[in-house]
């Protein structure tokens, strides 16, 4: 039997990860902030990239693995396969918003011209070179992923942008508690050995570290925090 549930595993990696997300947000978007012309154009700009980059493509590799895992049963974990799609659709959609209002601002709205800088990069492979579907979702959905509702939030609660482009991070704010969802779902149906909940733990630390170090922030996850929290 493994020390804890998977449910209770999952319950509690989700409350140390959004006190992480919590604490970043906190700390990059501040009241004092603004965020305008090229500035916020080159903002958007990432956010299009993210929204992308790291919502279509950790999804899309989850719903294959699973079909390997399942030996090719199609009919297995359909449900989770179904609510990945819908987090990709909704994903290349929030892409799109954010291009639309890039388009607004003056600025370049191709996604295909868009530079993404080191610490994306380096994020985007600690993300997505898993093989697991299992440590894909705590990397993704129950890593980075609950980081981006506290950030869109900080920086509409504490004026940091214009009232229009605030519409456009509520808008695509509305679709992220599913996709937070679909990867707690993949977690309590298969985080359920000591085993496999160590390694969550590991890929979900490094996952939000690059998120850290893609604000510029320094990262402190005490070795001994979650487990004590799990303990």
């Given at each position: 039997m493994p020390k804890l549930t998977s449910d209770?595993?999952?319950?509690?990696?989700?409350r140390q990860t959004e006190?992480?997300?919590?604490?970043?947000?906190?700390?990059?978007?501040?009241?004092d902030m603004r965020m305008e012309g090229?500035?916020?154009?080159?903002?958007?700009?990432?956010?299009m990239w993210n929204e992308f980059y790291f919502g279509m493509y950790p999804p899309a590799k989850q719903?294959?693995?699973?079909y390997e895992l399942n030996d090719g049963d199609v009919t297995?974990?359909?449900?989770?396969?179904v609510e990945l799609a819908n987090m990709a659709r909704d994903e290349l959609k929030h892409a799109k918003l954010f291009s639309n209002r890039i388009e607004e601002l003056g600025g370049e709205p191709d996604l295909r011209k868009y530079e993404p800088t080191d610490e994306q990069v380096e994020m985007f492979h600690t993300v997505y070179d898993?093989?697991?579907?299992v440590l894909l979702a705590a990397c993704q959905q129950v890593g980075i992923e609950r980081f981006v509702p506290k950030l869109?939030?900080?920086?509409?609660d504490n004026?940091?942008?214009d009232d229009r482009t605030k519409e456009v991070l509520h808008s695509a704010d509305l679709d992220e508690p599913n996709h937070l969802n679909v990867g707690r779902k993949i977690l309590l149906r298969y985080a359920t050995n000591e085993e496999i909940q160590q390694r969550v733990m590991e890929v979900n630390r490094a996952a939000c570290k690059s998120m850290y170090d893609l604000y510029g922030v320094e990262y402190e996850r005490n070795a001994d925090e979650l487990k004590e929290s799990i303990a």
């Open positions: 209770q595993f999952t319950k509690r990696l989700s006190k992480e997300a919590d604490r970043l947000a906190e700390t990059v978007y501040t009241p090229q500035s916020l154009i080159r903002m958007l700009q990432s956010f719903m294959n693995r699973l297995a974990d359909i449900d989770i396969v898993h093989e697991n579907p869109f939030q900080a920086l509409v004026d940091v942008v």
